[in-house]
């Protein structure tokens, strides 16, 4: 597995790519949590686990940038 750390004007993301997970580890700042981003490669299906409001259109963006079809969050 891989790991990439992407650090950004509202705060950092932390990348991993495996044969069967997609991983994302977003962060933001003003509340210090951390929301998570969990998905299927094969099937496109995803989680975000902890989102936090003031950040929903970047998480959205970032879901629609990856091709993912979000079937989850909380």
Same mark, same amino acid.
């Given at each position: 597995?891989? /790991?990439?750390?992407? $650090?950004? $004007?509202?705060? &950092?993301?932390?990348? $991993?790519?495996?044969?069967?997970?997609? %991983?994302?580890?977003? %962060?933001e700042?003003?509340? &210090?949590?951390?929301?998570?981003?969990?998905?299927?490669?094969? !099937?496109?299906?995803?989680?975000?686990?902890?989102?936090?409001?003031? !950040? $929903?259109? /970047?998480?959205?963006?970032?879901?629609?940038?990856?091709?993912?079809?979000?079937?989850?969050?909380?």
């Amino acid at each position: 597995m891989s /790991r990439v750390l992407i $650090a950004g $004007a509202r705060g &950092c993301s932390v990348m $991993a790519t495996g044969r069967g997970l997609i %991983f994302r580890q977003l %962060f933001e700042p003003v509340s &210090c949590t951390y929301t998570y981003l969990l998905a299927d490669p094969e !099937t496109k299906e995803a989680v975000l686990i902890d989102p936090v409001l003031e !950040t $929903a259109n /970047r998480d959205a963006k970032l879901v629609t940038e990856l091709g993912l079809n979000m079937v989850y969050a909380g």
